[in-house]
């Protein structure tokens, strides 16, 4: 059967904006994330904390998150340790009770967002050797020892900690990916400490067939769909096929970007991710409940794509907007 809610983890802000050739103006990307919250969307990934030079489009972290949770120059400003969201008042007010997570790959960009006050951080694993040194500059294994003391050191913390898994379906080097290469990773990043695992077909290239096996796989190793993600990119059209899948195999979160933003700068062929406003439409036909307005998301994606200076690539978006 199929879950009666579904968690969307949007990631617009981060997957999305990590992608474009420009760079967005902060104040741009700090009113995307408030819209987006606007429209009911409670996890947004807002930025990352790697290096500037691999990713200048999210170079500008130190000053988004601030305008984000409060915590900058004005009244009433804060982050809720307790809660690990928005407390101030101000521009942090639209953003009051949503989770605002973070990627760091690294001690040095755990140490830049635990400085700003981040509750909830993801690091990001590879199941190939090729993606882990484009993206990472490191072989698989050793990308998961730079990973675990930074697990380690935000768990003590009391922090949420997301594990993503790159290319899980494909790579554009090494072709399809064994799924025991997978679960391995997998497993390296559950036992780490991660609580949230998220699957991600960064090329896009997963169909259902090869979803159903690849979770089947993971339920034989202890890893069940209720501490798993998906993080579908639409390269061919199969987003939302194998978004079904996952939902029918217990996962019940799944990474969508608005508008169908997305894609990465280190894996030829990554074209945007599944879009926010499709899997709702999806979703809400289906009867299950994601707390988002669809029509409030489909105008943030249209007042994006204008800013970006091209239409949103999404089909929902298109047909809402009568485009
Ligand atoms: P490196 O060059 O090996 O870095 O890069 P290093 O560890 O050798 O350090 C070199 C210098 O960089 C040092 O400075 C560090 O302090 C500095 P120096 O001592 O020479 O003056 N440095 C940093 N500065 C600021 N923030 C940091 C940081 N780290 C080191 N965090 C590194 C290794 C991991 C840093 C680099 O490869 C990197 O930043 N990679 C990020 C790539 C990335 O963001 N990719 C996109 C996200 S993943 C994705 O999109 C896939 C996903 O969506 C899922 C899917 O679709 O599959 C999640
Ligand atoms: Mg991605």
Redesign the pocket.
Known sequence: GLPERVRIHE?GPR?GL?NEKTVVPVEVKAEFIRRLAAAGLDTIEAT?????K??PQLADAEELYPLLTGTGPGPDTGTDTATGTATGTGTGTALRGVRLPV?V??A??LQ?ALALGAREIAV?ASATESFAKA???RTVDESLAMFEPVVSQAKGEGLRVRG?L??CFGDPWEGPVPLAQVVRVCRALADMGCDELSL?D?IGVATPGHVAALLSALDGDGLHGTGLAV?F?DTYGQALANTMTALQHGVTTVDASAGGLGG?P?AKSATGNLATEDLVWMLHGLGVETGTDLGSLSATSVWMAERLGRPSPSRTVRALAGA
């Not at 990352?48 to 500037?52: A, G, K, T």
Request: glycine share 6%; with cysteine; aromatic share 18%.
């Open positions: 990631v997957d990590q990352s904390f790697v290096h500037p691999w990713v990627l790959p690294n040095r960009g830049r990001f993206n990472l500059n993503y790159s290319m991600g960064t993080h990119h990465c280190f």
